[in-house]
């Protein structure tokens, strides 16, 4: 099986990339710049096939697939800045990067008869009420420009496909790039007290751990919609970071000692308006992976004590 991945200097794809090789099933990573521009950190990333692409291209995705010639594309790349998203300027790239680029990619694996990943996310509900999303659900109500453009992308697969898996996903944190548990290890060094919000609720995700979900898909024809995060209860964010400074103070980081830095709860309509307009429900229903037969997530706790295990901080 060869595994053409989109988007490797981001987090999920610099996974996906080193879960094919520990298989050993040859992967081919591809981003928008001439070379690999993700973390150095000697894992097999960086020393697999690389190419360049640009998937707001149609000639470009059409020129790299029919060359490289996949069985299947694990689609991670993505415009993932959700308040940079809802700036004027930013809305033509936004779309061509989350809708056209999907589309070009699923036309383009419909040619070759090809399987294809499409990354999804919880930003494709409205996010009211307190029932975890199924993943079959279609009362589709984004909130902002990220969630629009995502929603397209997997209307985009969908329709052009049948060998496809929409995995939805949420609070994605990994080692190659920025997330929430490095901003708040950041600012837990420099700040006294800390507000974070206490009513928006679902379970992160722990890149690695998605990726082995991934792999594990792409051997199979179990195609559909899933809902993919760690296993664990239904958490705000501050209690995501209360446990993310409990478990660094664990592992003997005294920059985080209770007695100096407070977390303290406020609401999203305390904390501030943000450009774009978050959901208040992010629980995802994760329980169709296991009847489908495929391993359920770690917890997030687990997830996140390995994690601070792996980072420098």
Not at 187 to 199: A, H, I, Q, S
């Amino acid at each position: 099986m060869k595994v053409l991945v989109t988007g490797v200097a981001g987090q999920l794809g610099h996974d996906v990339m080193n879960e094919l090789a520990a298989r050993g099933i040859e992967g081919i990573g591809s981003d928008i710049r001439e070379t690999y521009s993700g973390v150095e950190d000697g894992t097999a990333v960086t020393r697999m096939p690389y190419v360049q692409m640009d998937i707001t291209e149609e000639m470009s995705v059409q020129k790299v697939l029919s060359e490289t010639a996949p069985d299947v594309v694990v689609h991670c790349a993505a415009w993932t800045a959700v308040d940079a998203a809802e700036e004027e300027a930013n809305r033509e790239i936004v779309y061509k990067v989350n809708v056209l680029g999907t589309k070009h990619i699923a036309s383009a694996c419909k040619a070759l008869g090809c399987k294809m990943v499409y990354i999804s996310t919880d930003y494709v509900f409205d996010g009211q009420g307190e029932k975890p999303w199924d993943p079959d659900c279609k009362e589709y109500a984004p909130l902002n420009v990220y969630g629009e453009t995502k929603l397209k992308g997997e209307l985009a697969v969908s329709e052009c496909l049948d060998q496809y898996f929409i995995v939805r996903i949420a609070w994605v944190f990994g080692k190659n790039g920025k997330n929430f548990i490095k901003t708040m290890l950041d600012l837990g060094k420099t700040r006294n007290t800390l507000k974070v919000v206490c009513d928006q609720i679902g379970t992160p995700t722990y890149t690695l751990d998605l990726a082995r979900l991934l792999v594990d898909m792409i051997l199979t024809e179990k195609y559909g919609y899933y809902h993919a995060t760690n296993e664990g209860e239904y958490i705000s964010w501050y209690e995501f970071t209360k446990e993310i400074f409990r478990q660094a103070r664990e592992l003997g980081h005294e920059a985080y000692d209770a007695s100096r830095l407070t977390v303290t709860p406020v609401t999203t309509a305390e904390y501030g308006v943000s450009k774009a307009a978050r959901p208040f429900n992010s629980r995802l229903d994760r329980s169709k992976l296991t009847a489908s037969g495929f391993a359920p997530l770690p917890t997030w706790q687990d997830a996140l004590a390995r994690y601070l295990k792996e980072i420098d901080y």
